[in-house]
């Protein structure tokens, strides 16, 4: 049974960077058959998804056109965790945050549909 | 990007009744769409995958159809448990987009 577990700071002053870990027990980020995913929910935006990294003979990275630029996704395989870095934050970055798992139907592929997701944790973004 | 319309934003049933929600994809997308719901309070939870495909341990009431653009999520015998929000997304390629959701609440 995956778990997953998102923590950082709850608030981060506009134009800082916003950085959130999430560990993982359970499974390994450096699965061939997992993604790492970060999404976020808000009342004004609902659901959206943010990026995600996944490891298939090297490691990928792709991020939502919304936030491109401004997001790194990073794995750290050392304590099994991924981390995610936000800058130049903005009030309208005020979301709950999870770190979700994607799964792979086809081993041969690159697409993973998600299927557990993390508590998750709410930032707000104020000064 | 391909963007993903739901339809309707909000409805609201009675108990026993049998709903139906749309999503739209902009551009075809084959079968690779997922539906979540995410209760008051709570954390999403996978419910369909493959646009059909039942996940584990959800309730056989839920049920999704359709493939290419256009998409449906069905659910027999509302219950008060249902009260939620639901999302579809899809998952062929990057960015997995999410639709707008739609709510659902009792009469």
């Known amino acids: 049974q995956v778990q997953l577990l998102e923590s950082g700071p709850g608030v981060v002053k506009p134009s800082q960077t916003l950085s959130l870990t999430c560990a993982i027990s359970?499974?390994?980020?450096?699965?061939?058959?997992?993604?790492w995913d970060w999404i976020r929910q808000s009342p004004s935006r609902g659901l959206e998804w943010l990026g995600r990294?996944?490891?298939?003979?090297?490691?990928?990275?792709e991020y939502a056109v919304s936030v491109q630029g401004r997001i790194t996704i990073n794995p750290d395989t050392s304590k099994n965790q991924v981390s995610l870095h936000l800058n130049s934050v903005s009030p309208e970055d005020t979301a709950v945050y999870f770190c979700?798992?994607?799964?792979?139907?086809?081993?041969?592929?690159?697409?993973?549909?998600?299927?557990?997701w993390g508590r998750g944790t709410t930032v707000i973004v104020s000064s | 990007d391909i963007q993903m319309t739901q339809s309707p934003s909000s409805l609201s049933a009675s108990v026993g009744d049998s709903v139906t929600i749309s999503c739209r994809a902009s551009q075809d997308i084959s079968n690779y769409l997922a539906w979540y719901q995410v209760k008051p309070g709570g954390v999403p939870a996978l419910l369909i995958y493959r646009a059909s495909t039942l996940q584990t341990g959800v309730s056989s009431r839920f049920s999704g159809s359709g493939s290419g653009t256009d998409f449906t999520l069905t659910i027999n015998n509302l219950q008060p448990e249902d009260v939620g929000t639901y999302y579809c997304q899809k998952y062929n390629s990057a960015p997995l987009t999410f639709g707008g959701g739609t709510r659902v609440d009792m009469k």
């Open positions: 979700a798992k994607g799964y792979k139907w086809d081993a041969f592929s690159s697409i993973y549909f998600v299927d557990v």
């Open positions: 990294t996944y490891y298939k003979s090297k490691w990928y990275k």
């Open positions: 359970g499974d390994f980020v450096s699965s061939n058959s997992a993604s």
